[in-house]
């Protein structure tokens, strides 16, 4: 019979709704009933591509004795880490302060009134490597609570109240400096492996906010160093196992192995890393021209357009790593992974032999049973490009055949909104004006499903019904900047509107008296402790996504309320920037702009027009674009800005000087920055 979670909008949560466990959704009435019924809550927090959640559920979860157990002794709360953000990060940081690590699935203990005393991850069924099993844990905590419950308060209290004494405020520490900026490019210098290209460390994640800051640190500052290790990541990730080199799209991260050979990808795709990847392939091209950077970039946007897109215009949030093999099991990796003989199969004995020796494929196998990921093994030498186009074109249909991974249809307001300011940008940049009706559909859904009469945002939505959790910093920060990349591209300043909207509540009810921003609203549900994170992790921090649509929309508009918010919000960066540059990357970026102006830029034309395309093509960190005829009072940008002897002409200002109007793109081009084509 189907537990409470069968009405839940989280493919996670329903993934559960058949668990003999009693679960209960993270609400009011749980508690309650901890309370009444004198037993300790149980949360357990993951999310539907997290591999290691769906094992700890299978093994524990779907366990009738377990469930017993856990039904009788405890009220167990299952979340949807994706869903309810600011509830994994105040229990994360108890779980990491605790145990010096996380991670998914994260199992806490706490008491009927939210306070945690207990923590782990993953939890095996028997005991080993050290860790106690899911059964000792269990009864471990209810015996300390029947018996030993003053030590167990005590505890609790403590971890409490150190969370609640952990606010931020920076400030005091003054809005970032050149110095700030070479000082973290410093600091990354050393944490790079010259010889590999990625930063150092046995699991890699794709650093895309990092780059972003590289990026733009070279188009300010000329710093060639900064290019070079742009464009170092960028040809380390690419033709690695990190990146689907049949389908386009990235997975989540990959392994070093300790026996060496390739890296080892985790396989499963999240919306977030691949816009935010697409994005930084689409700006190095904008930077150098480059001609993977461009395949890289489209192949990505195709990738999201083709596999997460919903039938609601809206982009679902991740696909599974599992999937089933041949032989009927859910393992990791059997959608992506070949074999010689598999190979053969699709491409006939000659394409096979050179598609295996161009992806890496080997008769023992690089991964598991004898399979091998796939990888350009061959870089640096010259291959048939329209060769290997044909066999990626042959492999991706065969490939279509498989039992394909489980997808998360949830659709989250905060990665939509990376997801449409990519998909805008790429498809302004390389002509796909379907990628920008993509993004426009997805910007749609958002105003029409999770903008409320008073722009507040939901977090989600599943087949266009919504979740029922407000959003957070993060979703006003990621939308805004989605909003603002739109209509820099469309030049529909509806957009812009939108985008106030946003930032406004960001300014009523997510901002701090010392310009310290919070996760959520002063106004949302009461935790016990309100989240505060400003470091950048797979996403830009809701701290530093704020700043920068904040700092975008005062250019825009003049707002001297919207900058000076951007200018407090910053200090974090001047804070964090020179000590931990890799966890702090969009922050710096946004520093980059800030430094910059940022540029305004006035296209009085055509939308889509040379001139148009010129100026959303010009390198200058965080310039903001408004094109469109003068007449309109869209874009305060435009106004009182005319064609020069009917000609369109460009308007190029900053910090409250501007240039003179020209009509040359050429002239445009350079005071932005050249386009790759004027390289």
Not at 96 to 116: C, H, K, L, R, Y
Not at 359 to 383: D, K, Y
Not at 578 to 594: H, K, N, S, T
Not at 625 to 635: I, L, P, Q, R, S
Request: charge should be negative; glycine fraction near 10%; hydrophobic fraction near 40%.
């Amino acid at each position: 019979m189907p537990n409470r979670l069968a009405q839940a909008t989280s493919p996670y949560l329903l993934q559960h709704a058949d668990n003999p466990v009693d679960w209960w959704p993270w609400e009011t009435d749980a508690f309650e009933e901890a309370r009444r019924r004198d037993v300790p809550v149980f949360l357990s927090v993951g999310y539907s591509a997290c591999h290691w959640c769906h094992v700890m559920a299978h093994e524990s979860f779907e366990d009738d004795d377990a469930a017993a157990y856990m039904n009788e002794h405890f009220v167990s709360v299952k979340v949807d880490r994706e869903e309810r953000p600011d509830v994994d990060a105040v229990y994360m940081e108890a779980v990491q302060a605790a145990t010096g690590q996380g991670g998914w699935p994260m199992s806490v203990f706490m008491t009927p009134d939210g306070e945690p005393f207990y923590f782990g991850t993953y939890f095996p069924p028997e005991a080993r490597h050290g860790m106690p099993s899911f059964r000792q844990v269990l009864e471990g905590v209810h015996n300390a609570w029947t018996s030993r419950r003053d030590e167990v308060g005590e505890v609790a209290g403590k971890i409490t109240r150190d969370l609640v004494g952990r606010e931020l405020s920076t400030g005091d520490a003054g809005m970032p400096t050149e110095e700030t900026q070479a000082l973290a490019l410093l600091q990354l210098t050393r944490d790079i492996d010259p010889a590999s290209g990625w930063f150092k460390g046995d699991t890699k994640f794709p650093p895309s906010m990092v780059i972003e800051f590289l990026l733009r640190h070279h188009a300010r500052a000329g710093s060639v160093a900064a290019l070079e290790m742009a464009e170092g990541l960028c040809g380390a990730m690419a033709p690695s196992s990190l990146y689907d080199q049949v389908g386009g799209g990235f997975h989540r991260y990959v392994l070093t192995p300790r026996a060496g050979g390739p890296l080892t990808p985790h396989f499963e795709k999240m919306l977030y890393d691949n816009a935010l990847l697409c994005r930084v392939y689409a700006h190095l091209w904008r930077s150098t021209g480059s001609e993977l950077a461009r395949r890289v970039a489209l192949e990505t946007a195709d990738f999201m357009v083709r596999e997460l897109r919903t039938p609601e215009g809206g982009f679902a949030s991740a696909l599974d790593a599992d999937s089933e093999d041949g032989a009927g099991r859910h393992v990791e990796g059997a959608y992506y992974v070949w074999t010689p003989e598999q190979l053969r199969e699709v491409l006939g004995d000659q394409d096979a032999a050179f598609a295996a020796e161009h992806f890496g494929v080997t008769q023992e196998g690089t991964f598991e049973e004898g399979a091998s990921v796939l990888r350009l093994a061959r870089t640096g030498t010259v291959v048939d490009a329209d060769r290997a186009a044909d066999v990626r074109a042959k492999l991706l249909a065969a490939r279509e055949l498989r039992p394909r991974p489980g997808r998360d249809d949830k659709v989250v307001a905060a990665w939509n909104g990376l997801a449409i300011a990519a998909l805008a940008e790429t498809g302004a940049y390389f002509d796909r004006p379907d990628l920008i009706e993509r993004a426009t559909e997805a910007a749609d859904l958002l105003v029409r499903v999770h903008m409320g009469d008073v722009a507040r945002l939901t977090r989600t939505s599943k087949d266009g019904r919504t979740g029922g959790h407000a959003g957070v910093l993060e979703d006003y920060g990621d939308v805004a900047e989605g909003f603002l990349a739109l209509a820099a591209v469309t030049g529909e300043g509806a957009w812009l509107e939108f985008a106030g909207f946003l930032l406004d509540i960001v300014l009523q009810h997510f901002t701090g008296e010392g310009g310290q921003l919070y996760d959520t609203a002063d106004d949302a549900e009461k935790l016990i402790r309100r989240p505060q994170d400003p470091t950048d992790s797979a996403t830009p921090a809701g701290w530093t996504a704020a700043a920068g649509a904040l700092l975008s929309y005062a250019a825009y508009t003049g707002s001297e309320a919207h900058r000076t918010a951007a200018e407090g919000a910053l200090g974090v960066v001047k804070a964090l920037g020179p000590r931990v540059p890799r966890f702090i990357g969009w922050g710096l970026a946004v520093a980059e702009a800030l430094l910059d102006g940022p540029r305004e830029v006035a296209v009085a034309g055509p939308v889509g027009g040379e001139l148009h395309r010129t100026a959303l093509l010009g390198r200058a960190p965080g310039a903001v674009v408004a094109a469109g005829e003068t007449a309109g009072t869209e874009f305060p940008l435009l106004a009182d800005r005319p064609m020069v002897g009917g000609a369109p002409t460009a308007y190029v200002c900053r910090h409250f000087v501007c240039d003179a109007p020209t009509t040359d793109r050429e002239e445009l081009a350079r005071s932005l920055g050249p386009s790759p084509s004027d390289d």
